[in-house]
């Protein structure tokens, strides 16, 4: 009996250890950074923090150290009970000979509820040869009133009063030291230099120059032996090393306790404590445990009462009740937390959804395909088992793409952001929003979205036969894709680029084309997919000035200079598509002996009639004169005035002409016109007279789209 007493009592003695460290931060929430604890109200993460209390653990340092919001400055310590935060203050420091009026602000402007505290903090000036006065930006106490002068003072230098040192104080000797008023986040500083002073006797410590800093009393009045030490760092501008104490009074907010008990977010929630009106600034309330108790006031039972010690013999005696009780509370505790983590991740979903449909209303027309296109958190975890690495297909610039069955057998591609970061929520939002308004057979299908996770989850139709850059470039195959299928690959994208050009409602700007987002399905028919970086232009529109986005290689050079975003963007972009499947090369990778690009190279040998020297031997081998007819309509695209390039109607006309027949189609040689001597960067050379502006291709559309079937 009592080998299983002891250990339970040990047990009990741990726990309660535990239990006391734990109680000052909410369930599940980080409790401290480095060497600082975190008590609630302040926390690190969503749902551990009230509003205001926002703390950032920043883990590049070691060990890791914690600062006020995401831009505030480092704190040092946090006291619940005194209602403080003690953080690194700055010490400002003003050139000799320099008159100045200078603003120093303590705190940025939006970090609230914090003031300096008058009673733990001093303004400080050290120097020699100056007159400083600072006052207040308007007086705390009546908002809008002139600026009151609250410190002052001339420190002297001379030898013989150097003495005064060592009885504590500054006494005006190399420095002076001021109380400062309530309520303080800045204030003013005009300094007159004495040129008389100039030269005076000063101790050694003292450079010329002056600094100005609130610091913590406690800190600045302890005279140990590295006093001249702070000293002479301060004054000379180098205090950086310094690691210089300022405390704030923080309160809950504006409330009084009287009014703050009749809300719901009453913050004296445990038992045993009690609300106080704050002293230190003009408003707010805080809160205490009662006398006899300690604790955190914050969180429910956080007040606890004085412990006894352990040691007698009734302990022994009781020993194994106790420890079966403790091993009931402990099941229970277990259950507890874990319904606590449920309830907290059902609201974290519930917040996220309420989030992202908000976004995603705003950019349908249709509000009934949001709410058609739904799935829940819980039916893709199931269908990915629970995001297995096992289950991914690949990964991009905008998330990793996981293989899902659904619970209808139904196969789906679900893509899942890596990083969290606005950008990716609105460009996931973004392609919810095209794809939802898309319908053809080769853009890649979107099922639905996930709106319940901080980055959307979108599911997809699942395309078997990986990425057209697969295909072309995998290195243990000696064949890639036979002649014909790139042909009619390069017909679908086409047509589809086309449609999203034109025939959509909203004309659409992929912006990102390139072979790793064409998909392939099991009969090696083309999809398009990744839309997070599109972009709608509205029909009245010729385009639009935006961010710089896309894939190196690939991207438009007339794009990336203007930042001017049009179709023509994608037409270029297709364009090197076309190289890349004509010379079976890597378009972001490959550099000739010349030390050019890859579309640089391919249009200089095509001027020079030389085209067998990059082309895919492949190619030579299959396809006969439709190589050189293809070529030639890639140059087209990838002329570098946008407005020379053809539109994807026109490429998509061309490319049926050449899979509709085997015949050399008459006349195509003179249309393409002379390429000798053209180079693709400098100058203004176009291909053929016929296709030197947008006008070649409204009337050869006009003339084609007759002839074809649809």
Known sequence: MRSLVVPLLLAQLATAAAAAEANIALAGCESKCG??????????????HRTGFKVTCD?????????????????????????????????????????????????????????????????????????????????????????????SCAPSCSADEQQKLRRGGCHSVGCCESPIPTGLTSFRVQ????????????????????SVLTVEQ???????????????????????????????DWTLNKSSCAAAAKRSDYGCVSRNSECLNSTSSAYGYVCRCNDGYDGNPYVSDGCQGPRTHVGSGVYFAMGF????????????????????????????????????????????????????????????????????DARILGGGGHGTVYKGILSNQHVVAIKKSIVVIQKEIDEFINEVAILSQINHRNVVKLFGCCLETEVPLLVYEFIPNGTLYAHLHDESSHKSLPWKDRLRIAFEVACSLAYLHSAASTSVVHRDIKTSNILLDDRLTAKVSDFGASRGIAIDQSGVTTGVQGTHGYMDPEYY???????????????????????????SMYLSPEGVSLVAHFVMLLNQDKLSEILDEQIMEEGEEEPKQVAALAAMC???????????????????????????????????????????????????DNYSSRQYSIEAEILLSASLQR
């Open 35 to 48: 060497d600082v604890d975190v008590p609630y109200p302040f926390g690190t993460t969503y749902g551990c």
């Open 218 to 248: 406690e800190w600045w009045r302890d005279r140990d032996n590295v006093f001249a030490v702070k000293m002479s760092l301060l004054s000379s501008g180098n205090a950086a090393g310094l690691v210089i104490p300022a405390v704030l």
């Open 59 to 151: 883990r590049s340092y070691q060990p890791p150290r914690l600062f006020l919001q995401s831009d505030g400055p480092e704190v040092l310590a946090i006291s619940i009970r005194n209602s403080t935060v003690r953080v690194r203050a700055t010490a400002w420091s003003f050139a000799a000979g320099n008159n100045s009026d200078a603003r120093v602000r303590i705190l940025p402007t939006n970090l609230r509820p914090y003031v300096l505290s008058a009673a733990r903090n001093s303004l400080v000036l050290v120097g020699c040869g100056f007159q400083a006065a600072a006052r207040t930006a308007t007086t705390p106490s009546r908002p809008g009133a002139a600026a009151a002068t609250f410190g």
């Open 321 to 388: 009740g106790i420890g079966m009780f403790l091993l009931l509370l402990v099941l229970a505790s277990i259950f507890a937390t874990k319904r606590l983590k449920i309830r907290r991740a059902r609201k974290k979903r519930e917040y996220f959804f309420k989030q992202n449909h908000g976004l995603l209303l705003r950019q349908l027309v249709d509000k009934d395909i949001a709410e058609k296109m739904i799935f829940s958190l819980e039916e893709l975890e199931k269908a990915t088992n629970m995001f297995d």
């Open 191 to 210: 300094f007159s230099w004495q040129e008389k002073n100039a030269t005076a006797p000063r101790p050694a410590w003292v450079a010329p120059g002056a």
């Open 561 to 587: 200079h203007t930042r001017r975003l049009t179709d023509k963007s994608d037409v270029y972009s297709y364009g090197v598509m076309l190289v890349e499947l004509l010379t079976r090369k890597k378009p």
């Open 638 to 688: 990838l002329r570098l005035k946008g407005e020379d390039r053809p539109t994807m109607r026109y490429v998509e006309m061309r490319l049926q002409g050449l899979q509709s027949s085997d015949i050399y189609i008459s006349g195509m040689e003179e249309q393409m016109g002379d390429l000798n001597g053209q180079t693709c960067q400098g100058g203004d050379a176009r291909v053929g």
